[in-house]
Every structure is written in C-alpha cells, then in structure tokens.
C-alpha cells in the first residue's frame, strides 16, 4: 500500500473527557483533604493551600518573602539543613505565593511520606525567619527585579496590570524595589501570625495515595490546632482611570512591548466560553488571526498572542507582543483590523471546527499527570465552581456558534473598551 502524502490522516474529534474522582476527608482538626488517587506511579504531591495571598497583605512584599522564608530555618534545621534533608529523600519543595492564595508543596515518592510529613509541619508551625536569611533573599530579590524591570516586556505587564487594577489592589500590585528594601522581619512575622499560623487550609493530594497515607498526613497535621477566626482581605478600590494609552518611552529601545486589553470576568460568567474561543480565534494559538497576520504576513514580530488571566474575583483579556518601534502604530492597527472581522464576519466552520479541536486536544493534554488534574480540580475545589465543570468543558467549548463569536467580540473587544500600554516607543 502506496501512503498518499497529500491527505491528511484520519482523526476523531475529541467530544468528551473523563477524569477519576476526588475523595474529600476531614482530619481531625477539620481541615478537609482532597484526594486525588492515580495509582500507576509511585509518586506522590501533596499540596498546603493556604488563604494567604496579597489580598491579605498589610505590609506589600510580606505574602511572597513569608512563604519563601518558610524553609529557611526551624528551631532545629538551619536553612541548608532542611535542603539536605528533603535532598536525602528525593523529595522536592515549592513555595508559591500569589494573589488569591499561597502553596507548600512537596513532591516525593510514596514510600517516603512518612520522613517528609514531619518537617513539612515544622515548615508550616515553626519558622525562625532568621535575619541573615532574609537579607540574603531580598538581596536576590532585588537584583532580579531591577534586572526584570530594565525589559520592556516586563516593564509593560507592570503597567499594564497596574492600569486594569490600579497600582494598590492585589490583582495590579507588583513586586517593586523601594518597598522590598523597607520590608522587615517583624513585617514578616506579624504577617505569618495573623494569616497562616494555626489558620485554616486545605490539603490537596495526588498520585500514589490510599487510606494508609491519609491516616499518617492525620497524625501529623490533623492533630495541629486551627483557629477558626474569620480573616479580612486587605483589598484597595480598583483603579479609577481614565482610558488614556500609557507610553512609557525609552530613548535606547529598538523594540517597543505593546500590551492590549480589559478586564473581563470570572470563569463562572455566562459568557466564559464563548470569550474563550474568540480569544482563541484571535491570538490564543500559533495559528490564530494576530499571528498569520502580524507575524506571517507582516512579519513585524516573532510571536504575538492573547490569553485570559482568571483569578478568584476577577479575570482580564490580554494581547501582547514585542515590535520595532517604526511598527508600533501599524501594530496596533492591525490588531484592531482583526478585532473587527471578528464583530463583523462570522467565522467558517472549517476555521471554528480547528480551534475546537485545538483547545480540546489541549485541555485533554493538559491532564496526563495526577498533578496535572488535581491543577484542573483547584478551580473547582477552591474557587467554587461547579462539579461539572472540567467534565463538561469540551462540550460548552463545542457549544460555541459563528454568531455567539461576532456577538462576544462586539461586546467585550469594542475599540473605547481596551487599555493600550506601550514601552519603548510609537
């Protein structure tokens, strides 16, 4: 048989998915588990989440170097001692700081759960932040972040956020230097005694897990004391501005970073998915509109997208993209080209059945690991919402019509609506 090269071969659509289930347990302090079994390796990730983002920082700066501090000493390790011991085991440690929430999280084979859980409740209970060790870190700290704003594009997701938001509140707050170096250690301190010592959190668990390891995370963390209090974010208003474009204008840049878009909602909104798959038509994937036109036809840059950041409260859409600066305005122009075929030309079925078929394929690639459904279940488990909702996002995906793409696109992606910010120059 002669393989005819110039038909493409065969596939079916994917139309549906199926995940295992997620057992819920209560530990003896009531802190509920979250159980993700996945038997086929023997590994294990069992994940602290904590309400203990910057929506609760009095002091910017505490909720990020807090969590980092955690492993740099306890009343026994110092800060190297406690990287040999999880070295010893194989074993591996994030500590996650963000708007919504912060994470310890601790990677190890199975077997070896019963060495880990110990000093991972001393990481959680008995932190010394010593002195040395937080002068070490923010030192660090602030040779990235001057390195980091020194770029364009970072610069431009700063004051883009910034714009959105306003430069206060927890989902437009950046990490900035003046602040860093006035950061102390009572500041980190008074932030772990209010929002994470004794405070309620929840235990997320994925892989090679069974009753047994429930039984021994019990001993060692339900047995710790919670208190129950409720806790009040530290939230300032959203910014009040008023639509103006934001240059900020560097003299010696070839390249300007442009950054494009508005806030936009939650993942329970009504229209979620029908923005979803417009964002994808758009610049959500290597094939999208923005990149055959400003990258392959144009060829004004290497790569331009646009995504939907979603948080706990809020959400943004955002296109970005590095050009010369003589492209800048031709950039722009084009981009709104594009946004208004959108509003204005229903989109072909063979175009709409790719993208489908693109972001199924990638939802569906995006839950091979245990850790990677139980990231999946987090949006469900911690932001409240439904049971259905990653067992039926292929098919709301799918829902989708040419006319409910035209109708979101005249809705949120209006020209007065998006909030332009340029670094380098037009």
């Known amino acids: 048989m002669v393989l005819d090269r110039t038909q493409s071969p065969a596939f079916q659509a994917i139309q549906e998915v199926r995940l295992p289930s997620v057992q819920t347990h209560i530990l003896d302090n009531g802190i509920p588990l979250h159980l993700i079994e996945v038997p086929q390796q023997p590994v294990i990730r069992i994940e602290c989440i904590i309400e203990a983002g910057t929506w609760y920082e009095e002091v910017p700066g505490t909720s990020f170097f807090t969590l980092k501090m955690l492993s740099e000493g306890t009343p026994d390790r110092s800060s190297a001692q406690i990287s040999e011991y999880f070295d010893r085991y194989g074993a591996f440690l994030e500590l996650n700081s963000g708007p919504d929430r912060a994470s310890v999280v601790v990677y190890c084979l199975t077997k070896f759960l019963p060495n880990i859980l110990p000093i991972l409740r001393q990481l959680l209970t008995e932190p010394t932040f010593p002195q040395k060790e937080l002068d070490d870190l923010r030192n660090i700290t602030l040779q990235n972040l001057r390195v980091n704003y020194e770029k364009n594009a970072y610069l431009a997701g ?42 309620p959190y929840q235990i997320l668990l994925a892989g090679q897990a069974s009753e047994n390891e429930i039984l021994l995370i ?33 003299a010696d840049s070839v390249q300007s970073s442009i950054r494009l878009g508005r806030r936009l909602f939650t993942r329970s909104h009504p229209d979620f998915f029908k923005m979803l798959v417009t964002n994808e038509l758009l610049g959500g994937y290597f094939g999208s509109r923005l990149m055959k036109n400003i990258r392959e036809e144009k060829g004004f840059t290497y790569g331009i997208s646009s995504n939907m950041p979603s948080f706990r409260h809020d959400g943004y859409f955002l296109i970005g993209t590095d050009v010369n600066k003589e492209n800048t305005q031709q950039t722009l122009d084009e981009i709104q080209k594009e946004i208004r ?61 040419p006319d409910e793409i035209m109708e979101t696109a005249v809705k949120y992606l209006t020209e007065g609506s998006l909030r332009e910010v340029i670094v380098g120059g037009k």
Do not use: C, W
């Open 341 to 401: 075929i959108l509003q204005t030309e229903p989109v072909s079925q063979t175009e709409l059945e790719t993208v489908k078929n693109f972001m199924a394929g990638e939802f569906v690639g995006s839950l091979n690991t245990p850790f990677e459904i139980a990231d999946r279940y987090k949006v469900i488990l911690l932001d409240g919402m439904p049971a259905d909702f990653l067992t039926k996002y292929i098919e709301r995906l799918r829902a989708v019509t």
């Open 218 to 250: 019990n001993r060692e963390l339900g047995q710790l004391p919670i208190q129950e209090k409720s806790l009040t974010p530290v939230v300032a208003g959203l910014s009040t501005e008023d639509g103006q474009p934001v240059l900020a204008e560097k």
């Open 158 to 199: 700063v004051l883009f956020r910034e714009k959105l938001f306003g430069p206060q509140h927890p989902y437009g707050r950046s990490q900035r230097p003046d602040s860093i170096e006035q950061l102390t250690q009572k500041d980190i301190v008074a932030f772990y005694d209010r929002v994470i010592h004794n405070r």
